[in-house]
Antibody
Framework: QVQLVQSGAEVKKPGASVKVSCKAS????????IHWVWQAPGQRLEWIGW????????KYSQKFQGRLTITRDTSASTAYMQLSSLRYEDTAVFFC????????????????WGQGTVVTVSS | DIQMTQSPSTLSASVGDRVTITCRTS??????LAWYQQRPGKAPKLLIY???TLESGVPSRFSGSGSGTEFTLTISSLQPDDFATYFC????????FGQGTKVEIK
Protein backbone atom coordinates (compact mmCIF):
# COMPACT_ATOMS: atom_id res chain seq x y z
CA GLN A 1 0.00 0.00 0.00
CA VAL A 2 1.45 3.31 -1.09
CA GLN A 3 1.46 5.75 1.82
CA LEU A 4 3.19 8.60 3.55
CA VAL A 5 3.16 8.59 7.34
CA GLN A 6 4.08 11.74 9.21
CA SER A 7 5.33 12.29 12.75
CA GLY A 8 3.01 13.45 15.48
CA ALA A 9 1.74 16.82 16.63
CA GLU A 10 4.19 19.35 18.04
CA VAL A 11 3.87 22.29 20.39
CA LYS A 12 6.71 24.77 20.24
CA LYS A 13 7.56 28.13 21.76
CA PRO A 14 8.19 31.19 19.57
CA GLY A 15 11.76 31.23 18.31
CA ALA A 16 12.14 27.45 18.50
CA SER A 17 12.49 25.01 15.60
CA VAL A 18 10.35 22.07 14.58
CA LYS A 19 11.27 19.04 12.48
CA VAL A 20 8.54 16.93 10.93
CA SER A 21 9.23 13.55 9.32
CA CYS A 22 7.44 11.87 6.43
CA LYS A 23 8.06 8.16 5.88
CA ALA A 24 7.24 6.68 2.50
CA SER A 25 6.29 3.07 1.91
CA UNK A 26 4.87 0.96 -0.89
CA UNK A 27 6.87 2.58 -3.68
CA UNK A 28 10.44 3.49 -4.64
CA UNK A 29 11.14 6.61 -2.57
CA UNK A 30 13.73 8.04 -4.96
CA UNK A 31 11.39 7.97 -7.97
CA UNK A 32 9.07 10.82 -6.94
CA UNK A 33 9.57 14.29 -5.46
CA ILE A 34 8.19 15.02 -2.00
CA HIS A 35 6.48 18.36 -1.51
CA TRP A 36 5.44 20.08 1.69
CA VAL A 37 2.22 22.05 1.95
CA TRP A 38 0.81 23.89 4.91
CA GLN A 39 -2.66 24.92 5.93
CA ALA A 40 -3.03 27.62 8.55
CA PRO A 41 -6.37 27.71 10.42
CA GLY A 42 -9.12 28.89 8.07
CA GLN A 43 -6.66 29.52 5.24
CA ARG A 44 -6.11 27.92 1.88
CA LEU A 45 -3.40 25.35 1.34
CA GLU A 46 0.00 26.82 0.54
CA TRP A 47 3.01 25.12 -1.05
CA ILE A 48 6.19 25.66 0.94
CA GLY A 49 8.86 23.55 -0.73
CA TRP A 50 10.00 20.31 -2.28
CA UNK A 51 12.85 17.84 -2.41
CA UNK A 52 13.91 15.41 -5.10
CA UNK A 53 14.86 12.35 -3.02
CA UNK A 54 17.13 10.95 -5.73
CA UNK A 55 19.65 13.78 -5.61
CA UNK A 56 18.58 15.87 -2.62
CA UNK A 57 17.85 18.99 -4.68
CA UNK A 58 15.42 21.36 -2.99
CA LYS A 59 13.30 24.39 -3.82
CA TYR A 60 11.61 26.59 -1.28
CA SER A 61 8.84 29.15 -1.35
CA GLN A 62 10.28 32.66 -1.04
CA LYS A 63 8.00 33.18 1.95
CA PHE A 64 9.99 30.61 3.95
CA GLN A 65 13.44 31.14 2.46
CA GLY A 66 16.01 31.21 5.22
CA ARG A 67 13.82 29.46 7.80
CA LEU A 68 12.94 26.25 5.97
CA THR A 69 15.12 23.21 5.40
CA ILE A 70 13.93 20.06 3.67
CA THR A 71 16.13 16.98 3.77
CA ARG A 72 15.83 13.27 3.13
CA ASP A 73 17.30 9.97 4.26
CA THR A 74 17.04 7.57 1.35
CA SER A 75 18.05 4.58 3.50
CA ALA A 76 14.97 5.24 5.63
CA SER A 77 12.70 6.39 2.78
CA THR A 78 11.98 9.46 4.86
CA ALA A 79 11.79 13.16 4.12
CA TYR A 80 12.09 15.86 6.77
CA MET A 81 10.83 19.43 6.99
CA GLN A 82 12.48 21.74 9.51
CA LEU A 83 11.14 25.23 10.17
CA SER A 84 13.16 27.50 12.44
CA SER A 85 12.56 30.79 14.26
CA LEU A 86 8.93 29.83 14.75
CA ARG A 87 6.32 32.56 15.05
CA TYR A 88 2.75 32.41 16.34
CA GLU A 89 1.52 32.65 12.73
CA ASP A 90 3.35 29.42 11.85
CA THR A 91 0.64 27.50 13.70
CA ALA A 92 -0.71 25.22 11.00
CA VAL A 93 -1.12 21.69 9.71
CA PHE A 94 1.85 20.59 7.62
CA PHE A 95 1.35 17.94 4.94
CA CYS A 96 3.92 16.02 2.96
CA UNK A 97 2.72 14.86 -0.42
CA UNK A 98 4.06 12.98 -3.42
CA UNK A 99 4.35 14.74 -6.73
CA UNK A 100 3.68 12.74 -9.88
CA UNK A 101 2.79 15.04 -12.81
CA UNK A 102 5.43 17.76 -12.95
CA UNK A 103 4.91 20.69 -15.30
CA UNK A 104 8.64 21.36 -15.37
CA UNK A 105 8.40 24.72 -13.57
CA UNK A 106 8.47 23.28 -10.04
CA UNK A 107 4.73 22.64 -10.29
CA UNK A 108 3.31 19.22 -9.58
CA UNK A 109 0.04 17.44 -8.89
CA UNK A 110 -0.11 15.44 -5.69
CA UNK A 111 -1.47 11.92 -5.57
CA UNK A 112 -0.45 10.62 -2.14
CA TRP A 113 -0.67 12.71 1.04
CA GLY A 114 0.53 12.21 4.57
CA GLN A 115 -2.04 12.46 7.33
CA GLY A 116 -0.84 15.93 8.36
CA THR A 117 1.11 17.15 11.38
CA VAL A 118 -0.31 19.89 13.57
CA VAL A 119 2.33 22.37 14.68
CA THR A 120 1.20 24.78 17.37
CA VAL A 121 3.36 27.75 18.30
CA SER A 122 2.46 28.94 21.75
CA SER A 123 4.22 30.49 24.70
CA ASP B 1 2.58 34.24 -8.57
CA ILE B 2 -0.46 32.79 -10.28
CA GLN B 3 -3.60 33.77 -8.39
CA MET B 4 -6.54 31.39 -8.05
CA THR B 5 -10.17 32.42 -7.70
CA GLN B 6 -12.61 29.66 -6.90
CA SER B 7 -16.38 29.99 -6.75
CA PRO B 8 -18.70 29.63 -5.03
CA SER B 9 -17.26 29.55 -1.52
CA THR B 10 -20.22 27.55 -0.27
CA LEU B 11 -22.75 25.52 -2.19
CA SER B 12 -25.94 24.00 -0.77
CA ALA B 13 -27.22 21.01 -2.70
CA SER B 14 -29.27 17.85 -2.38
CA VAL B 15 -28.43 14.24 -3.11
CA GLY B 16 -28.82 13.69 -6.86
CA ASP B 17 -28.11 17.30 -7.81
CA ARG B 18 -25.65 18.25 -10.53
CA VAL B 19 -22.99 20.48 -9.01
CA THR B 20 -20.46 22.72 -10.74
CA ILE B 21 -17.49 24.50 -9.17
CA THR B 22 -15.41 27.04 -11.08
CA CYS B 23 -11.77 27.97 -10.79
CA ARG B 24 -10.15 30.93 -12.58
CA THR B 25 -6.45 31.70 -12.79
CA SER B 26 -4.71 35.04 -13.21
CA UNK B 27 -2.52 33.71 -16.02
CA UNK B 28 -2.93 30.95 -18.55
CA UNK B 29 -1.87 27.60 -17.15
CA UNK B 30 -2.71 25.41 -20.16
CA UNK B 31 -4.18 22.27 -18.53
CA UNK B 32 -1.96 22.17 -15.44
CA LEU B 33 -4.82 22.07 -12.98
CA ALA B 34 -5.90 19.56 -10.34
CA TRP B 35 -8.98 19.18 -8.17
CA TYR B 36 -9.02 17.75 -4.65
CA GLN B 37 -11.63 16.76 -2.07
CA GLN B 38 -10.94 17.36 1.61
CA ARG B 39 -12.90 16.32 4.66
CA PRO B 40 -12.47 18.01 8.06
CA GLY B 41 -9.27 16.96 9.76
CA LYS B 42 -8.16 14.84 6.82
CA ALA B 43 -5.62 15.13 4.04
CA PRO B 44 -6.78 16.18 0.58
CA LYS B 45 -7.67 13.49 -1.93
CA LEU B 46 -6.81 13.88 -5.61
CA LEU B 47 -9.82 13.71 -7.92
CA ILE B 48 -8.73 15.17 -11.25
CA TYR B 49 -5.38 16.17 -12.75
CA UNK B 50 -4.35 17.76 -16.04
CA UNK B 51 -7.72 19.54 -15.89
CA UNK B 52 -9.76 16.54 -17.03
CA THR B 53 -7.97 13.26 -16.21
CA LEU B 54 -9.81 11.25 -13.59
CA GLU B 55 -7.55 9.81 -10.91
CA SER B 56 -7.69 6.04 -10.62
CA GLY B 57 -10.42 4.87 -8.27
CA VAL B 58 -12.38 8.13 -8.34
CA PRO B 59 -16.06 7.67 -9.29
CA SER B 60 -17.00 8.66 -12.82
CA ARG B 61 -19.61 11.14 -11.57
CA PHE B 62 -16.66 13.50 -11.07
CA SER B 63 -15.40 15.27 -14.18
CA GLY B 64 -13.18 18.23 -14.96
CA SER B 65 -12.97 20.55 -17.94
CA GLY B 66 -11.33 23.73 -19.12
CA SER B 67 -7.96 25.08 -20.19
CA GLY B 68 -6.16 28.38 -20.14
CA THR B 69 -7.65 30.38 -17.29
CA GLU B 70 -11.09 28.88 -16.64
CA PHE B 71 -11.83 25.44 -15.27
CA THR B 72 -14.78 23.54 -13.85
CA LEU B 73 -15.31 20.54 -11.63
CA THR B 74 -18.68 18.84 -12.10
CA ILE B 75 -20.32 16.22 -9.93
CA SER B 76 -23.06 14.76 -12.12
CA SER B 77 -25.23 13.33 -9.34
CA LEU B 78 -24.27 14.31 -5.81
CA GLN B 79 -23.96 11.39 -3.39
CA PRO B 80 -23.99 11.48 0.44
CA ASP B 81 -20.25 10.82 0.48
CA ASP B 82 -19.60 13.94 -1.63
CA PHE B 83 -20.45 16.52 1.02
CA ALA B 84 -16.98 17.92 1.63
CA THR B 85 -14.72 20.81 0.63
CA TYR B 86 -13.26 20.94 -2.87
CA PHE B 87 -10.37 23.02 -4.08
CA CYS B 88 -8.39 23.55 -7.21
CA UNK B 89 -4.63 23.75 -7.63
CA UNK B 90 -2.60 25.17 -10.48
CA UNK B 91 0.76 23.54 -11.05
CA UNK B 92 1.91 25.30 -14.18
CA UNK B 93 4.40 27.32 -12.17
CA UNK B 94 5.03 26.20 -8.62
CA UNK B 95 1.69 25.41 -6.96
CA UNK B 96 -1.11 27.62 -5.73
CA PHE B 97 -4.48 26.58 -4.43
CA GLY B 98 -8.00 27.93 -4.57
CA GLN B 99 -9.70 28.95 -1.35
CA GLY B 100 -12.09 26.00 -1.46
CA THR B 101 -15.78 25.32 -2.01
CA LYS B 102 -17.72 23.74 0.81
CA VAL B 103 -20.54 21.55 -0.50
CA GLU B 104 -23.26 21.40 2.15
CA ILE B 105 -26.49 19.50 2.47
CA LYS B 106 -29.45 21.64 1.45
Amino acid sequence: QVQLVQSGAEVKKPGASVKVSCKASGYTFTNYPIHWVWQAPGQRLEWIGWIIPDNGNTKYSQKFQGRLTITRDTSASTAYMQLSSLRYEDTAVFFCTRGFDSSGYYGDAFDIWGQGTVVTVSS
Amino acid sequence: DIQMTQSPSTLSASVGDRVTITCRTSHSISSWLAWYQQRPGKAPKLLIYKASTLESGVPSRFSGSGSGTEFTLTISSLQPDDFATYFCQQYHSYSTFGQGTKVEIK
